[in-house]
């Protein structure tokens, strides 16, 4: 099975070393690997099932080494499946505080079916979580990620954007280059979308 | 209405409220704006900050806020043009002004509640009494009356509203024809004797534009009684006034009274802070500083030829004065390999003594004016900068503007460079800032040496043909038409030639012909009190010119190319 440099479970490292390397906020689900991945295990496992059979005939006891080196083989190759898939599911729940409860396009043809189902069911739970808390009312806790220093933030705009309403009724006009000092909770969507920026 | 007591009836009164201000593209403002900001910060009260250039984008600006907004704050704009004409606003907006051009529009000054003009009346020189500008409302009705019926009596067929008044009249005051004739014509003597005094008033008051006390100082000062001054405040009305002195805008008498002032500051806020202070702490400093350009940043020999005041008593440009600039190197004892790299390379002992050394010198090679009084800050070990080579590193950037780089991005930048945490657009600035005084170091060399500089007899003119990255902006225009004069004068046997003024000018948008003309007051002139405001205008008027005035400096306007000669035409007569 082995070839002349080629180690068991090399496949499998590979794919966690893949995916701590990748830039992208997540890399496509790597079908291909997963599958060469299994059916490595599956080949392990079956050629260990066939020697156990002959040891149990025959009770020859010099197989059991290679028996036992096998077997870590497949318990490593296991650990590094899960690993890869646990990782990955990590990013996901991030995604969800990082961008809300609704994908972005491109991030969703990376993942694989049974993780958009995963993603759907947490950001489920996080949203029933949510709206328990905060006496009735619910607390957005996606807000803040980071406690906001202070309330009010000042802004510079980057694009015209026009009229733009606050809560209390006052209206201000972004316009490209002007600069406002305006309350954080309320201008953060902007900031994300990046019609204005954070001035520090 | 002047607002003296600022905390009283100027910041008590927005807290809470929300504030446009618009800021005028100039170094001073910027200042004066970045320290209303973190005032207002400390408050948690909302404003936006617009940054206009002219009249048309002040009105543009106010436009888009028009009905958003209760409260406007002009910095370094606006003081000069009636506002409630200009913007047309609703009764319930207040607009504050705090501007240091001078003449103050006379309707603003006696705006009863709408405009409100931060300072004190008592600093403003020979504001017209209200009686002697404006008269009551109902005199001129009557008078107005009065006005329509002389125009009847000498008409032909004004019979019918003749009678119509009479009926009017009570029978007890009956006159006689000739006399009512008689009362009217000596009240319509008084009117226009009174008229031709009041224009002959305002044309005194209006007659020289020239600016007032530094806007960051003012607001420096209001932060100081709010208690909520700190060094870096302090630091910036330091880096407004010194704009003021640097671009020729005070006289130095008053910026050595204004830093009297500051130097309390200085002192007051150092020993507040001393007891936490250690040496990398920021500091502000007191010195007797040079008139060379960024020597700190740059080498000696660089920084003294391209300094204005340097070159122009030495005559640099030529080869004689380049020899005695040698001389004075050689006489003060600093070798040339160390005097051409960089300042903060040379040797400690020379460094420490290059101030003392050529301020013993500057007597005989005729340069006493190179000393004068100025603040240093430094912070961490390494960083220590004059004020002087803030205002220049903020100029370079307020002029850098390229094709992906509107004003406006030119205008932010600059406000962030003020920010200690943005030391790299400082630095980045300073860099530009040498590129620009040393091209226009080249351009006043190869300009007088090609004898450009025309002169009309009333004034000499000196015009620019080609757009250039560095002059078809207004600081760069203005730095390098002051530079001119000073060299031409300098360079001039004719005794007559300190008193004329100069007038320059360069191509903006060729396509469009259009030029950037600044007039530059004689040398010999004191104050820099500059006539051409009021100069261009009626020139324009008498020979049909369109000009543009929409800088906010009255002295730079906006002329087409073809209308140039005609202009200049109209103006040599008008100054004759």
Request: with cysteine.
């Amino acid at each position: 099975m082995a070839k002349s440099n080629k180690m068991f479970a090399d496949k499998a490292f590979e794919l966690i070393k893949e995916l701590e390397r990748s830039s992208q906020t997540i890399p496509p689900f790597d079908d291909d690997g997963v599958r060469q991945v299994l059916e490595e295990i599956k080949a392990i496992f079956e050629e260990n099932c066939a020697q156990a059979a002959n040891y149990s005939t025959s009770g020859d006891r010099t197989l059991w080494p290679l028996l036992n080196f096998r077997h870590a083989a497949l318990q490593r190759n296991k650990r590094c499946l899960l690993t890869y898939l646990y990782q990955r599911l990590l990013r996901i729940k991030a995604l969800r505080w990082e961008f809300g409860p609704i994908i972005p396009e491109d991030i969703k043809t990376s993942l694989c079916e049974p993780e958009v189902n995963f993603f759907n069911t947490y950001s489920k739970s996080l949203a029933s979580y949510m709206r328990s808390i905060g006496d009735g009312q619910g607390i957005d806790l996606t807000g803040d990620l980071r406690p906001p220093k202070s309330l009010y933030i000042e802004v510079r705009c980057i694009v015209d954007y026009g009229k733009f309403e606050l809560e209390d009724g006052e209206v201000i006009y972004l316009k490209k280059n002007s600069q406002h000092y305006l309350p954080r909770a309320q201008v953060e969507t902007l900031v994300r979308q990046g019609i204005l920026q954070h001035i520090t | 209405m002047f607002i003296q007591d600022l905390r009283q009836d100027f910041y008590n009164r927005l807290v809470g409220k929300r504030l446009l201000i618009i800021v005028n593209y100039d170094i001073d403002a910027i200042c004066a704006s970045k320290i209303l900001q973190s005032l207002f910060k400390y408050d948690h009260m909302l404003y936006s900050v617009v940054p206009i250039m002219g009249l048309a984008g002040l009105q543009r600006a106010y436009n888009e806020h028009q009905g958003d907004v209760k409260f406007v704050l002009l910095i370094n704009c606006g003081g000069c043009v009636d506002i409630v004409e200009l913007l047309q606003p609703e009764e319930d907006v207040t607009f504050f002004i705090c501007d240091a051009h001078r003449p103050l529009d006379v309707c603003n000054i006696y705006s009863d509640r709408q405009v409100c003009i931060l300072g004190d009346p008592a600093l403003e020189e020979n504001i017209p009494a209200f009686e002697s500008i404006f008269c009551q409302s109902e005199d001129e009705d009557s008078e107005n009356d009065a006005d329509d019926d002389v125009g009847n009596d000498s008409g032909a067929g004004g019979s019918d509203e003749e009678g119509s008044e009479k009926a009017q009249q009570p029978p007890a005051h009956k006159l006689s024809r000739l006399e009512r004739h008689e009362q009217r014509i000596i009240k319509q003597r008084q009117r226009r004797t009174w008229e031709n005094e009041r224009d002959r008033i305002m044309f005194e008051y209006t007659q020289y534009s020239f600016y007032g006390r530094s806007t960051a100082l003012t607001i420096f000062e209001l932060a100081w009684k709010l208690s909520k001054d700190n060094m870096d405040l302090l630091w910036w009305a330091i880096v407004g006034l010194t704009e003021q002195l640097i671009l020729g805008k005070i006289e130095s008498s008053a910026y050595t009274l204004e830093i009297e002032h500051v130097q309390s500051h200085v002192s007051r806020l150092t020993n507040k802070t001393n007891d936490q202070s250690n040496t990398s702490a920021s500091k502000i400093n007191f010195e007797n500083d040079l008139h060379l350009v960024l020597y700190r940043h740059w080498s000696v020999v660089e920084s003294m030829r391209y300094s204005m005041y340097c070159a122009c008593k030495m005559r640099l440009w030529t080869l004689r004065g380049e020899k005695r600039l040698h001389e004075l190197l050689v006489e003060m004892g600093l070798p040339l390999v160390q005097a051409r790299q960089m300042f903060s390379a040379m040797d400690l002992v020379l460094r420490q003594e290059f101030y003392k050394m050529l301020e013993k010198l500057a007597e005989k090679y005729g340069i006493p004016d190179i000393v004068y009084g100025s603040f240093t800050l430094n912070y961490g070990y390494r960083n220590r900068y004059a004020a002087a080579d803030y205002v220049y590193g903020m100029l370079a950037i307020l002029e850098s503007v390229k094709k992906d780089k509107t004003p406006e991005d030119c205008f932010l930048e600059a406000l962030d460079s003020l920010s200690r945490n943005h030391r790299d657009i400082m630095l980045e600035g300073i860099e530009n800032a040498k590129l620009l005084l040393s091209s226009i170091f080249k351009q006043v060399q190869s300009s007088l040496e090609a004898h450009q500089v025309l002169s009309t007899g009333t004034f000499f003119y000196y015009i620019l043909t080609e757009e250039n990255t560095y002059f078809s902006y207004p600081y760069g225009l203005t730095l390098l038409a002051k530079f001119i004069l000073n060299g031409h004068v300098a360079g001039s046997r004719s005794r007559q030639a300190p008193e004329l003024p100069l007038i320059a000018s360069c191509p903006v948008d060729v396509e469009r012909g259009l030029c950037l003309l600044v007039g530059i007051p004689p040398v010999r002139e004191d104050s820099p009190k500059n006539f051409f405001g009021k100069a261009f205008e009626q020139a324009a008027s008498k020979c049909n010119a369109v000009i543009l005035q929409d800088f906010f400096d009255s002295s730079l306007i906006q002329i087409r190319q073809n209308d140039m000669a005609k202009f200049l035409d109209a103006l040599t007569v008008l100054l004759a």
